[in-house]
């Protein structure tokens, strides 16, 4: 169940504008209203909500909505250039202590994602900003969080400081940063017990943790999936003990995550980082005006497009193209790419970062787990390498050696072998209408059926 | 007499579990209907912003975005058809319209499927993060003071420490835990763990999982395994499905409610860290839309911090402070 975006939201008012020839004081009042209901709708507090949308409502009934001639993209305008402008530009940098250890306080609610998150933070430190951290086990309240911790240094070979949880966290955090001094680490992670912001027991030994240990960071890690309560919890953190910075996790499920943007406005502290992933490289710097569409549901595309970048070979992608053009295409060259695609990254969240994607016919339901891609490598690489230069000499005897080595049944391979032949089909067409300037088609990849 | 009062006399001989609810929400309460209440004083008569600033109450509730554009739009009715016109004479229609949105003209189910003389499965489904496996330490605890024998299967393979965590629960519990090596399969833990318990003849199996996003196809696609293989070896398990939901969660809760419920029949809901500020509001309208009745509330960090959810109770812990406004307004009549 996709919520609406800002730009669905909005149809039902520019179609009623549409027509009019003059855009009304009423009108932008009525689009306002929609802005307001697809931030509630994301999750941004109310309060940032109200004082946003004014904020927006007067830019709008200025000459900017009121005089253009599409109201509506004015108005979408408008609210995402607010809205990045509210989000802050990029600030994923890290402080630096004059006299090492640089001491970071990793802090917030239970369950938000601490743990992992340092975890995933000092491997960061160390591959990107060739750094020796430390890991502090301070969080002796839930059962194994030491031991999550710990294993989770052994698999990234990281050395982690524990005491057991029989040690007050502010021994530990005293002795762990001697330790880190002693051993010549330059960062010291604290990985903190989640609390209740309201609690004022562990509240206070955060603020003794942050007495004795100096920290040049502390940062707040919040659940992106949090509700209308974020703005109280980064509050009160913040009020205690002066967050530097903000880790947003869990970022990679399908919230819309408003809870950035209230606490971005109610803290003014910057989003660092943002978890996307359980796998311990899935820390990313965070991107404020990515954020922002994403609230207003409009998609991604320029994370889909860094990702096709990163991941799409140049010179392999000319070499396709000229194949593509001559229509000397193979089985094999399909192969390729369906490994440059899986290399991407899973394809269902592709596609959610394609803006109006859930909206498509036939996209929205589609079933894309990256087993079918499997499937498809597998039947491929089960032919014979004339097979696959040739597939036309593909018989009866082959088709079922070919699903014998796959695995798969055999009606699986022939629609495979007439969808690529239609492909190809499509791709000759295609070729052909480009060189007369004729109209683009479209043609179905095999594993979107 | 009014619901409220009627729900007062109820409680009137307060148990601890009433006072635990209260202690809990209370700071949900204040909040929420200090709110409510000022919103009444503040506005004379009752028109559109009046309701818009309705809706940002109900919303700050997490209450859900379309059961309060549907509710508002039943006050706007309410109010026309019995001529409305102050603020006062919409409160008790506003406070009835919210019970309602739970009861719904039905009682609530809010009592576990116990097999009599046989064994009990109750799987714990969730995203990352909610208070799954410290639930279940609750619930085994629980159990185990009525008398019934308890296993627990660590099922979450993938966290780490996760496996560590259910075992010091049923240490602490004092509780059999099964458990194969992290990584491995989930599926073939819960195997494992029915044929143990089959074995020392429990009466409850409390199956743990790892968490997931529901968007993860593959992850979603692996619980319906572990349920399957459940399934298979006792027919009509597990007897309950339980998804841990985090109070503070916003409109997502849905989102994950409807899809665990796809993926694994979800046949209850715990809701997890009450005790903070958060409302957990988002329940109403997810029983409103999904039919999933909550069944226990997590009230903080003790072992019998885990009270079995009571609408009842749960309402007049949200509205106390409407409660006590209502009857001073009928006791000066």
Not at chain 2, 96 to 107: H, S
Not at chain 2, 163 to 185: A, C, F, M, N, P
Not at chain 2, 261 to 285: M, P, R
Request: hydrophobic share 40%; glycine share 8%.
């Amino acid at each position: 169940m996709a919520f609406e975006g800002l730009a669905d939201r909005l149809q039902g008012s520019i179609q009623k504008i549409r027509g009019k020839g003059k855009v009304s004081e009423a009108d932008v009042k009525e689009m306002m209203r929609e802005v307001r209901l697809a931030l509630l709708e994301a999750d941004v507090n109310f309060k940032v909500v109200k004082n946003f949308v004014k904020q927006v409502s007067e830019r709008a009934v200025g000459q900017e909505v009121m005089k253009s001639l599409t109201p509506g993209q004015q108005v979408i305008k408008v609210v995402k250039e607010e809205l990045t402008e509210l989000m802050g530009g990029e600030q994923s940098q890290i402080a630096v202590a004059k006299k090492p250890p640089t001491v970071i306080m990793m802090v917030g609610l239970q369950g938000a994602g601490k743990t992992t998150t340092s975890g995933k933070l000092a491997s960061l430190l160390r591959k990107k900003h060739n750094r020796k951290p430390l890991l502090v086990a301070a969080d002796i309240y839930r059962p194994a969080a030491i031991k999550q911790l710990e294993t989770i240094g052994k698999q990234l070979s990281l050395p982690v400081f524990s005491m057991g949880d029989q040690v007050s966290p502010v021994e530990i955090a005293k002795a762990g940063i001697e330790k880190a001094k002693e051993e010549h680490h330059d960062y010291v992670l604290i990985d903190t017990a989640g609390r209740l912001h309201v609690d004022e027991t562990l509240m206070d030994e955060l603020k003794q943790i942050k007495e004795l240990s100096d920290p040049d960071e502390i940062f707040l890690v919040v659940d992106s999936m949090t509700g209308q309560d974020a703005v109280t919890v980064a509050q009160n953190f913040d009020d205690a003990l002066g967050v530097t910075g903000v880790v947003l996790t869990k970022l990679d499920g399908d919230t819309r995550g408003g809870a950035a943007l209230s606490i971005r406005s109610v803290t003014g502290k910057p989003i660092k980082f943002a978890g996307m992933g359980e796998k311990m490289d899935a820390l990313e710097p965070f991107h404020p005006e990515r954020m922002a569409s994403r609230i207003l549901g409009m998609g991604d595309m320029l994370s889909l497009i860094e990702k096709a970048q990163t991941n799409v070979d140049e010179d392999k992608a000319k070499e396709m193209e000229k194949k593509l053009r001559t229509a000397s295409f193979t089985l094999d060259d399909f192969l390729d790419q369906l490994g440059q695609v899986k290399q991407m990254g899973p394809l269902d969240e592709l596609l959610k970062m394609i803006p109006g994607a859930n909206k498509m016919k036939g996209l929205d339901n589609i079933d894309v787990d990256g087993k079918q891609l499997g499937h498809v490598e597998a039947i491929i690489q089960s032919m014979t390498a004339q097979e696959k230069e040739q597939p036309e000499i593909i018989n009866a005897s082959r088709r079922k050696r070919i699903a014998r080595g796959s695995g798969r049944p055999i009606q699986e391979i022939n629609r495979l072998l007439k969808q690529f032949e239609e492909m190809k089909k499509m791709m000759k067409q295609m070729t052909n209408a480009q060189a007369k300037g004729k109209k683009r088609g479209g043609f179905n990849f095999p594993f979107m059926q | 007499m009014s619901f409220f009062k009627k729900l007062k006399e109820k409680f009137t001989t307060q148990d601890t579990a009433t006072d635990k609810y209260k202690d809990g929400l209370s700071k949900t309460r204040n909040s929420f209907t200090s709110r409510l209440n000022d919103l009444v004083a503040n506005y004379r008569t009752v028109d559109e912003d009046f309701f818009e600033e309705l809706e940002e109450i109900m919303i700050q509730a997490d209450v859900g975005f379309d059961t309060v554009m549907e509710l508002v739009e039943e006050l706007k009715m309410e109010v026309k058809r019995q001529n409305i016109k102050d603020t006062e004479g919409i409160r008790s229609v506003i406070s009835q319209k919210l019970v309602d949105i739970y009861y719904d003209g039905e009682e609530p189910d809010e009592l576990l499927n116990m097999q009599e003389d046989d064994l009990t499965v109750i799987l714990f489904v969730g995203v990352n993060g909610v208070g799954k496996t410290t639930t279940i330490g609750k619930l085994a605890h629980q159990f185990k003071e009525d008398g019934k024998k308890v296993v627990l299967a660590a099922g979450d393979t993938f966290r780490a420490g996760a496996i560590e965590q259910l075992e010091v629960w049923g240490d602490r519990v004092g509780v059999d835990t099964i458990k194969h090596s992290e990584g491995s399969d989930p599926a073939a833990v819960m195997y494992d763990a029915v044929q143990s318990a089959r074995a020392k003849k429990a009466d409850v199996l409390i199956c743990d999982t790892a968490g997931r996003l529901q968007n993860k196809v593959n992850l979603m696609k692996e619980l319906e395994k572990v349920k399957r293989v459940i399934e298979r070896e006792i027919p009509g398990a597990p007897h309950e499905v339980l998804l841990a939901l985090d109070a503070t969660t916003g409109q997502n809760a849905m989102t994950q409610a409807k899809i665990f419920k796809e993926a694994t029949n979800v046949s209850g809901i715990v809701l997890t860290k009450l005790d903070g500020t958060a409302k957990g509001g988002i329940v109403l309208a997810i029983k409103k839309e999904l039919g999933i009745p909550v069944k226990f509330v997590g009230l903080g960090e003790k072992m019998d911090d885990l009270q079995p959810f009571n609408a009842e109770k749960y309402v007049y812990g949200l509205f106390s402070d409407l409660v006590d406004k209502e009857e001073l307004i009928e006791e000066e009549e």
